[in-house]
């Protein structure tokens, strides 16, 4: 839960936020965070019961998605007032029979173009475009983006990793703010050496 909601986070430093949502098991709740429903420590604090069945209840106070959240068990949007109480999101992130054509479909449906996996591979952005419904106006799957920039087979993640992402993220169209990704660094113009034959006559 923790390491998914930095990662929103840091996509967030380059201007890359979230228009829909969907998460499985502990990512429902990382997914219900990005979308506003509770607090970073109200979702940590679930996320630490959610594999004690014994723990005591945990008090939250969901709100309404500012987004659109998929319910990944239904495979519909969560709508402002079935958000739910600490125990719907518990089941949630115990996980569920999820339906990946239903959850492309919603995600179709609320115009989603690209899609990026926040984690450390592209398991489920890569069913859900293969999923993808070819119908009228929805014919062309999203663009499937890895968090950390690790390719689709699973191999090794190439030079730079985030810095990766970012620049597919960029080439899939997606508005990226550039300074966000190098802040706190400090930049300063090098000259490079000249042309060989700049300023100097030769005759053949």
Same mark, same amino acid.
């Given at each position: 839960?923790?390491?998914?909601?930095?990662?929103?986070?840091?996509?967030?430093?380059?201007?890359?936020?979230?228009?829909?949502?969907?998460?499985?098991?502990?990512?429902?709740?990382?997914?219900?965070?990005?979308?506003?429903?509770?607090?970073?420590?109200?979702?940590?604090?679930?996320?630490?019961?959610?594999?004690?069945?014994?723990?005591?209840?945990?008090?939250? #106070?969901?709100?309404?998605?500012?987004?659109?959240?998929?319910?990944?068990?239904?495979?519909?949007?969560?709508?402002?007032?079935?958000?739910?109480?600490?125990?719907?999101?518990?089941?949630?992130?115990?996980?569920?029979?999820?339906?990946?054509?239903?959850?492309?479909?919603?995600?179709?449906?609320?115009?989603?173009?690209?899609?990026?996996?926040?984690?450390?591979?592209?398991?489920? #952005?890569?069913?859900?475009?293969?999923?993808?419904?070819?119908?009228?106006?929805?014919? #062309?799957?999203?663009?499937?983006?890895?968090?950390?920039?690790?390719?689709?087979?699973?191999?090794?993640?190439?030079?730079?990793?985030?810095?990766?992402?970012?620049?597919?993220?960029?080439?899939?169209?997606?508005?990226?703010?550039?300074?966000?990704?190098? #802040?706190?660094?400090?930049?300063?113009?090098?000259?490079?050496?000249?042309?060989?034959?700049?300023?100097?006559?030769?005759?053949?």
């Amino acid at each position: 839960y923790a390491f998914e909601c930095a990662l929103t986070a840091l996509w967030s430093s380059v201007g890359v936020r979230p228009g829909a949502a969907l998460g499985l098991g502990t990512g429902a709740l990382a997914a219900a965070q990005a979308a506003g429903v509770f607090s970073l420590e109200d979702g940590q604090r679930l996320a630490a019961t959610t594999d004690d069945p014994g723990a005591a209840p945990v008090e939250i #106070a969901p709100g309404a998605p500012a987004l659109t959240l998929v319910d990944a068990v239904s495979g519909l949007a969560v709508s402002p007032g079935d958000a739910g109480d600490a125990a719907y999101w518990r089941r949630q992130a115990a996980g569920g029979p999820e339906s990946v054509e239903s959850c492309a479909a919603t995600l179709a449906a609320a115009g989603v173009g690209a899609v990026i996996e926040i984690g450390p591979a592209t398991a489920l #952005a890569a069913k859900l475009a293969a999923a993808w419904p070819d119908t009228a106006g929805n014919s #062309a799957a999203p663009a499937v983006l890895p968090g950390l920039g690790r390719p689709p087979d699973g191999g090794a993640t190439p030079n730079g990793g985030f810095a990766d992402a970012v620049a597919g993220a960029y080439e899939a169209g997606l508005a990226v703010s550039f300074a966000g990704l190098f #802040a706190g660094e400090t930049r300063r113009r090098v000259s490079l050496p000249d042309y060989p034959f700049e300023r100097t006559r030769h005759w053949i």
